[in-house]
């Protein structure tokens, strides 16, 4: 079992839609969850980060965690076409000596016109 | 603009040439990291520096080496490339170890022929 596993893509929307990226993580201690975009050739980016269990909005994002479950999702509201990318869940473990994230494979979104 | 700037964005080496890779910060950030990325692959993290602190993972190859001469410069030396080392490189940095996200350059595309 991977540690960081993503729904397999590719996912595909149209325009103006709700596009919902999922991530499951293996271990229970991790403490903070990130979502990058990586367009195609290029370097992730932050979009979003959540370190407790709820909802939290920015823009037309929204990324949810449950730690129980040890799931964490993002939502794309009113998805446009340049929101068409990979995103990459990403996890760093709760220990006290660990400034690094374990990564999914993505999840590759488009967007149709 | 604050930023993490790789060199180069392309490099082609030979079988067995011994290549460095460069990457520079100025978000004074305590931690680098050197992240091995393969087409449609998740980022693997190689190793990463806290201050000077050396972590390397245990499943990095002792192929990969690291060097930090001070807080804005980390490089990356592959002594001699595989065909397999073709990848994209990712440098990333962050501000402390735990909770918090990683900054990163727009990688360094290796070609190994």
Known sequence: QKEVEQNSGPLSVPEGAIASLNCTYSDRVSQSFFWYRQYSGKSPELIMSIYSNGDKEDGRFTAQLNKASQYVSLLIRDSQPSDSATYLCAVNPGNTNAGKSTFGDGTTLTVKP | ?113
């Not at chain 2, 460069?22 to 978000?27: A, F, G, K, N």
């Not at chain 2, 993972?57 to 080496?65: I, K």
Request: proline share 5%; aromatic share 14%; with cysteine.
């Open chain 2, 1 to 113: 603009d604050a930023m993490v700037i790789q060199n180069p964005r392309y490099q082609v080496t030979q079988f067995g040439k011994p290549v460095t890779l460069s990457c520079s910060q100025t978000l004074n950030h305590n931690v680098m990291y050197w992240y091995q990325q393969k087409s449609s692959q998740a980022p693997k993290l190689l190793f990463h520096y806290y201050d000077k602190d050396f972590n390397n993972e245990a499943d990095t190859p002792d192929n990969f080496q690291s060097r930090r001469p001070n807080t804005s410069f980390c490089f990356l030396d592959i002594r001699s490339p595989g065909l397999g080392d073709a990848a994209m490189y990712l440098c990333a940095t962050s501000r402390r170890t735990g909770v918090t996200e990683a900054f990163f350059g727009q990688g360094t595309r290796l070609t190994v022929v």
